[in-house]
């Protein structure tokens, strides 16, 4: 089964910027009411996605005081765990982070690493493309980062 995930958050001044559970150097950072870490909020969407499992938002709202400030990380933890309790596994992930600036590309193997570890796959199963907007739209304004991320998951008993 393949899911499909979206996240983005506005970038303001004096934030910090966090993406994959790396935190990133950089002046601009995200708002919001968690740590802000799109990429892994649009991996839970996609892992719940592909579990059948509906959204982040009805597992995680960002209305509970729980989670202000919130290490994203356990929101993959936990979405983990719910995909081992359907007896399914994760086979891989491939995501897509957009931001204009900074460059990620010295970021890209932590954040594969950091987010294998999570998911309890090989980090050649998880991809990480990093892109500008050519300086179109919210992100090309710096105005926000946008995360697009697919994977796959399968029956433990599926030998495949
Ligand atoms: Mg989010």
């Not at 996609?46 to 990380?73: C, M, Q, R, V």
């Not at 907007?133 to 495949?160: P, S």
């Amino acid at each position: 089964m393949v899911g499909f995930g979206y996240d983005s958050h506005r970038l303001a001044e004096g934030e910090s910027l966090i993406l994959g559970g790396v935190k990133i150097e950089s002046k601009i950072g995200t708002i919001a009411h968690s740590d802000g870490d799109a990429v892994l909020h649009a991996l839970c969407d996609a892992l719940l996605g592909a579990a059948g499992l509906s959204d982040i938002g009805e597992h995680f709202p960002d209305t509970d005081p729980k989670y202000k400030n919130a290490d994203s990380s356990l929101f993959i933890t936990e979405a983990v765990r719910m995909i081992k309790e359907k007896s399914l596994r994760i086979i891989n992930t491939d995501i897509s982070i957009i931001l204009e600036r900074p460059k990620l590309k010295d970021y890209k193997q932590a954040i594969r690493e950091g987010i294998a570890e999570l998911c309890e796959i090989p980090s050649e199963r998880v991809n990480i493309k990093a892109k500008t907007n050519e300086k179109m739209g919210f992100v090309g304004r710096l105005e926000g980062v946008a995360v697009y991320c697919v994977c796959e998951i399968q029956a433990l008993d599926n030998k495949q």
